[in-house]
C-alpha cells in the first residue's frame, strides 16, 4: 500500500507530460524491468548496501537501453536519485492501471469451485462490459468458493451466485407460497 501511494506521485506528472503512445510504451517498459523484480537474486542485488547506486541504475538502465526511450531512462535515474528503484514494480502496476482507465480497460476474476470454461468467461466479461460502458477482460481462478464470484477491483464490482444462498431463498420461496 505505502508503494502505491509513492508510485502515484510519479505516475500523476507522467500522464501530464507524456501522450498515450509514450505511456503505453513506458507501461510495457517498467512491465519488464518489473518481472526482474520476481528474482530473488535480482532484489538480493537492488537492496544490497554493498552495490552502489550507480551500478544498480546502470544495471535498470541496462535493460531498457534497447527502448532508446528518453523518458524511461530519466525516469529510472529519478528513482536512483530518490532511492526508490524497488518501487519500479508498484509504478509499473499503477501506471498500466491508470491507462486501463482512461482506456476504460479492466482486468477482473472469476472465482468457482469447478472449472468454467472460457467461452463462458468471455460472455460474462463481454456482458458485464456492457453494462458499465468499458472492455472488461477476466481470468479464472480456481477456489472454494461454493457458486461463482466475479471482482473487477477498479471499477468496484463484485457479483456473486452462492449455491447455498440460491436453495435457501429457493425453500423459503416455496415455503411461502404454501
Given at each position: 500500500m505505502q508503494y502505491e501511494l509513492i508510485a502515484k506521485r510519479y505516475i500523476k506528472p507522467l500522464f501530464e507530460?507524456?501522450?498515450?503512445?509514450?505511456?503505453?510504451?513506458?507501461?510495457?517498459?517498467?512491465?519488464?524491468?518489473?518481472?526482474?523484480?520476481?528474482?530473488?537474486?535480482?532484489?538480493?542485488?537492488?537492496?544490497?548496501?554493498?552495490?552502489?547506486?550507480?551500478?544498480?541504475?546502470?544495471?535498470?538502465?541496462?535493460?531498457?537501453?534497447?527502448?532508446?526511450?528518453?523518458?524511461?531512462?530519466?525516469?529510472?535515474?529519478?528513482?536512483?536519485?530518490?532511492?526508490?528503484?524497488?518501487?519500479?514494480?508498484?509504478?509499473?502496476?499503477?501506471?498500466a492501471r491508470e491507462i486501463?482507465?482512461?482506456?476504460?480497460?479492466?482486468?477482473g476474476r472469476v472465482y468457482c469451485d469447478s472449472a468454467i470454461d472460457k467461452n463462458s468467461i468471455d460472455m460474462i466479461a463481454r456482458d458485464l462490459g456492457n453494462k458499465v460502458g468499458a472492455t472488461i477482460s477476466l481470468e479464472f481462478v480456481p477456489s472454494t468458493f461454493d457458486g461463482v464470484r466475479v471482482e473487477v477491483d477498479d471499477l468496484n464490482i463484485e457479483i456473486n451466485f452462492s449455491k447455498t444462498r440460491l436453495n435457501a431463498q429457493l425453500v423459503e420461496h416455496i415455503l411461502k407460497a404454501i
Open positions: 507530460l507524456c501522450d498515450q503512445v509514450t505511456l503505453d510504451n513506458l507501461s510495457e517498459l517498467l512491465n519488464s524491468v518489473a518481472t526482474a523484480f520476481e528474482s530473488d537474486k535480482f532484489i538480493t542485488i537492488m537492496r544490497s548496501s554493498d552495490v552502489s547506486t550507480e551500478t544498480k541504475t546502470a544495471l535498470v538502465l541496462d535493460m531498457v537501453a534497447p527502448a532508446n526511450s528518453k523518458v524511461a531512462n530519466n525516469l529510472i535515474k529519478l528513482l536512483a536519485e530518490n532511492g526508490r528503484l524497488d518501487l519500479i514494480p508498484a509504478l509499473a502496476e499503477g501506471l486501463g482507465r482512461v482506456k476504460r480497460l479492466y482486468k
